[in-house]
Nanobody, 121 residues
Framework: QVQLVESGGGLVQAGGSLRLSCSASGRAFSSYNMGWFRQAPGKDREFLVG????????NYANSVKGRFSMSRDNTKSTVYLQMNSLKPEDTAVYYCAAAREGTSYTRAEYWGQGTQVTVSS
């Protein structure tokens, strides 16, 4: 069992930055690929970025490429999402997820409870 807890969300003006964190407890964190998703009101959940178990490989959605950056610290069982140049359309609840190797991020085994990000214009 893995428990994921996101933090770092809040209200920010357009053009600003936020850094989200997702801390994990439970089974071996480093054995999971990790991903970030978001869901805006009335919209489907959107995959943003995934990172490999060792943190070397990342895969970004076009909507955030160049603005968002994901990293992980396996010694702290934590992943981060640095979000720059934020836009009002980035407003959503942001979730982290833990996926076993070979499993799609959308079928991640564990999910956090989410953290709200609101970008004002």
């Amino acid at each position: 069992q893995v428990q994921l807890v996101e933090s770092g969300g809040g209200l920010v003006q357009a053009g600003g930055s936020l850094r989200l964190s997702c801390s994990a407890s439970g089974r071996a964190f480093s054995s999971y690929n990790m991903g970030w998703f978001r869901q805006a009101p009335g919209k489907d959940r959107e995959f943003l970025v995934g990172i490999s178990r060792n943190g070397i490989s990342t895969n970004y959605a076009n909507s955030v490429k160049g603005r968002f950056s994901m990293s992980r610290d396996n010694t702290k069982s934590t992943v981060y999402l640095q979000m720059n140049s934020l836009k009002p359309e980035d407003t959503a609840v942001y979730y982290c997820a833990a996926a076993r190797e070979g499993t799609s991020y959308t079928r991640a085994e564990y999910w956090g409870q989410g953290t709200q990000v609101t970008v004002s214009s």
